[in-house]
């Protein structure tokens, strides 16, 4: 079954981190990029960073100094380091893989930042 699983989400305290993982099924081929989207209530779903398959990265102004994307081709899977978390940073994240036929979407993971 082709899917992507995420882990990591959680509650933290304004200053603190969180790292987040998506790791992709063997199944999923000739992904050209990798990124993470964040989504609250009433609000369109928007992208927060994304790491293309060449290592070259993008973030959101909001997270630029703050939070890090990162890949692992082999094991096919993103992660996002999220340091000095902020209360407006709470949201339900998602993963996406971007590959040649079709996008791929994980289940999402909360993240709540308390102030």
């Known amino acids: 079954q082709v899917q992507l699983v995420e882990s990591g989400g959680g509650l933290v305290q304004a200053g603190g981190s969180l790292r987040l993982s998506c790791q992709g099924s063997?199944?999923?081929?000739?992904?050209?990029?990798m990124g993470w989207y964040r989504q609250t209530p009433g609000k369109q779903r928007e992208l927060v960073a994304e790491?293309?398959?060449?290592?070259?990265?993008m973030y959101a102004e909001s997270v630029k100094g703050r939070f890090t994307i990162s890949r692992d081709n082999v094991k096919n899977t993103v992660y996002l380091q999220m340091n000095s978390l902020k209360p407006e940073d709470t949201a339900v994240y998602y993963c996406?893989?971007?590959?040649?036929?079709?996008?791929?979407w994980g289940q999402g993971s909360q993240v709540t930042v308390s102030s």
């Open positions: 996406r893989f971007t590959a040649w036929a079709r996008d791929y």
């Open positions: 063997s199944s999923i081929l000739n992904v050209k990029a």
């Open positions: 790491v293309t398959t060449g290592g070259s990265t």
